[in-house]
């Protein structure tokens, strides 16, 4: 049974810094690109980061360039995204999203959490 398992948001003052992480079982987690996208009310999805399955590649929306870092662990299937310098427009619930491709969309995987929500406060 697959679980994705996403933690790390909450509420934070404009300027300020979180990390998101993100826990895969079920799947060999080595194997796979992974990627971090948001959905807003209202709004469409966005992706905004995304790795490939050696870490040698990384890939960011360019809102989020210069501020995000995507990073993974493969020794515990864990995924993570360091999030400085926050903004409002941040604001968010934040999903993992196993197996996809890096070179196309990053929010089409078949799997997903329940996500983690993450408010900036202006």
């Known amino acids: 049974q697959v679980q994705v398992v996403e933690s790390g948001g909450d509420l934070v003052q404009a300027g300020g810094s979180l990390r998101l992480s993100c826990t895969v079982s079920g799947l060999t987690f080595a194997d796979l690109n992974m990627a971090w996208f948001r959905q807003s009310p209202g709004k469409e999805r966005e992706g905004v980061s995304c790795?490939?399955?050696?870490?040698?590649?990384?890939y960011y929306t360019d809102s989020v360039k210069g501020r995000f870092t995507i990073s993974r662990d493969n020794a515990v299937n864990a995924l993570y995204l360091q999030m400085n310098l926050l903004k409002p427009e941040d604001t968010a619930m934040y999903y993992c999203a196993p197996g996809v491709n890096c070179d196309g969309s990053w929010y089409q995987t078949i799997y997903r959490g329940q996500g983690t929500q993450v408010t900036v406060s202006s």
């Open positions: 790795i490939k399955w050696h870490g040698r590649n990384r």
